[in-house]
Each structure stands twice: as structure tokens, then as C-alpha cells.
Nanobody
Framework: QVQLVESGGGLVQAGGSLTLSCVVS????????MGWFRQAPNKEREFVAD????????HYADSVKGRFTISRDNAKNTVYLQMNSLRVDDTAVYYC?????????????WGQGTQVTVSS
């Protein structure tokens, strides 16, 4: 069974930075496309960023482009989300997800989420 565990969330002031981590176990991480999503209170879950299995292709939501960076370390079965210049409207629960086919970006497994709160 594939399991994803996020960490790194917390409380930060606007303008600050956080790095989220997502460790994947129980599968072949280096063949998975990986994504980050977020859900703010009373809002739908939204796409944040994704990365292909090879790490070559990345995509970002317009709202985070230039501020967030997705990366992966296949030796550690981990995907990261570096978040800089955080804004109050980045406050949300952040989830990582795995696409085990590696190319569909239709996600099969999800983590439990980690809370990010940005204060003004």
C-alpha cells in the first residue's frame, strides 16, 4: 500500500518561507508523478504544483508561480514544496498526491495534509 506523509507546515508571517516535505512509502516513488494541492477553509481543493516522474516537467498554479518551487529527491522518496514570499491567502491545508502511472496527473494516493497558516 502506498502511503504519503506530509510535514513542514506551521505558522509563518506574511513574506516568510516554509518548506513542505512529503515522504512516500510502499511503492516505486521514482516512477510517480507528484503533485501538491491545497484547500482553504470553505473553499474547494485547488492545484498548486506538480512534477513529472523524471523531474523534468513542472507546472504551477498562476497564484504561486515565481514564489513556490516543487522538487523531488528520489533517493529519499520525498517531494518538496519550497514556499517563499508567503501571503495570507496561501493559508490552507496542503496535500501531496501521487500519480502511480507517472504521466496522467490523475492522482491515486493522497497524504493526510499539513496546515500552513500565514499571518499578516
Amino acid at each position: 500500500q502506498v502511503q504519503l506523509v506530509e510535514s513542514g507546515g506551521g505558522l509563518v508571517q506574511a513574506g516568510g518561507s516554509l518548506t513542505l516535505s512529503c515522504v512516500v512509502s510502499g511503492g516505486t516513488f521514482n516512477t510517480y508523478a507528484m503533485g501538491w494541492f491545497r484547500q482553504a477553509p470553505n473553499k474547494e481543493r485547488e492545484f498548486v504544483a506538480d512534477m513529472s516522474w523524471s523531474g523534468v516537467a513542472t507546472h504551477y498554479a498562476d497564484s504561486v508561480k515565481g514564489r513556490f518551487t516543487i522538487s523531488r529527491d528520489n533517493a529519499k522518496n520525498t517531494v518538496y514544496l519550497q514556499m517563499n514570499s508567503l501571503r495570507v491567502d496561501d493559508t490552507a491545508v496542503y496535500y501531496c498526491a501521487a500519480d502511480i502511472l507517472g504521466s496522467t496527473y490523475e492522482y491515486d494516493y493522497w497524504g493526510q495534509g499539513t496546515q500552513v497558516t500565514v499571518s499578516s
